[in-house]
């Protein structure tokens, strides 16, 4: 390097980058809700308010899990009575069926017992 060169190079200077004059969004809410007390952190007399809002916060996030779980439970339950309907049903008509004289008469065949012929009659016991 010449000297020449190292003459030039010691004239260059550091050149500062201009902001533009819109700024960010986060600037422009600082500047409309004049946040300059937040400098050196979150004043003690706002603890109660943001303890207050986070616990608000909290119970909405458990409140809305909690019934989110309540309605799958629900509707768990109505498949289930669903279910048990139909085997109400069914296992109903099959009875049912199975009580029918005729289908009572066929049982009866398998085991040797005859259907009367006469007509039942009503026992009366003087004394």
């Not at 309605?71 to 069926?97: C, G, H, P, Q, S």
């Amino acid at each position: 390097m010449s000297l020449r060169n190292y003459k030039e190079m010691s004239g260059n200077t550091y050149k500062m980058k201009q902001r533009s004059s819109g700024g960010s969004f986060f600037s422009w809410i600082e500047k409309s809700l004049r946040l300059d007390s937040f400098d050196q952190g979150i004043p003690l007399h706002f603890m109660p308010h943001l303890l207050f809002l986070a616990f608000l916060l909290i119970f909405y996030i458990g409140n809305k899990h909690f019934a989110e779980k309540t309605i799958r439970n629900i509707n768990n339950i109505e498949t289930e009575v669903e279910d048990l309907r139909a085997d109400y049903t069914t296992l109903k008509a099959d009875y049912m069926f199975a009580s029918k004289l005729s289908e009572v008469a066929k049982r009866a065949r398998r085991l040797n017992l005859v259907e009367g012929k006469e007509p039942p009659f009503k026992i009366v016991i003087e004394e």
